[in-house]
Nanobody, 115 residues
Framework: QVSLVESGGGLVQPGGSLRLSCLAS????????WSWYRQAPGKQRDLVAV???????NYIDSVKGRFTISRDNDKKTWYLQMNSLKPEDTAVYYC?????????WGKGTLVTVSS
């Protein structure tokens, strides 16, 4: 069994920053494909950022230059540093990973960007 738990969401003013964390536990010996998704109210869930086993990163255009994905294998944790936040970044953010060919999701953490 694999568990992914997000933390770090909350309310922030436009222009502010947040760092999301995702802690993996369980049978995660073959964990790869660390990523973050988000789902705004009434919209589909979209991929935001992904980091590979070679530490290559990719982002959706709307967050490039503002968000950074990283990981700490020793801590079994990956992160999403979000800077210069905008109201349109408001969403539930989910971490996800592939473990042994199976895709797992966390339950999500809410990020609200509002003045």
């Amino acid at each position: 069994q694999v568990s992914l738990v997000e933390s770090g969401g909350g309310l922030v003013q436009p222009g502010g920053s947040l760092r999301l964390s995702c802690l993996a536990s369980g049978n995660i010996d073959n964990l790869y494909g660390w990523s973050w998704y988000r789902q705004a109210p009434g919209k589909q869930r979209d991929l935001v950022a992904v980091i590979s086993t070679d530490d290559d990163t990719n982002y959706i255009d709307s967050v490039k230059g503002r968000f950074t994905i990283s990981r700490d294998n020793d801590k079994k944790t990956w992160y999403l540093q979000m800077n210069s936040l905008k109201p349109e970044d408001t969403a539930v953010y989910y971490c996800s990973a592939l473990v042994g060919g199976t895709f797992y999701w966390g339950k999500g953490t809410l990020v609200t960007v509002s003045s």
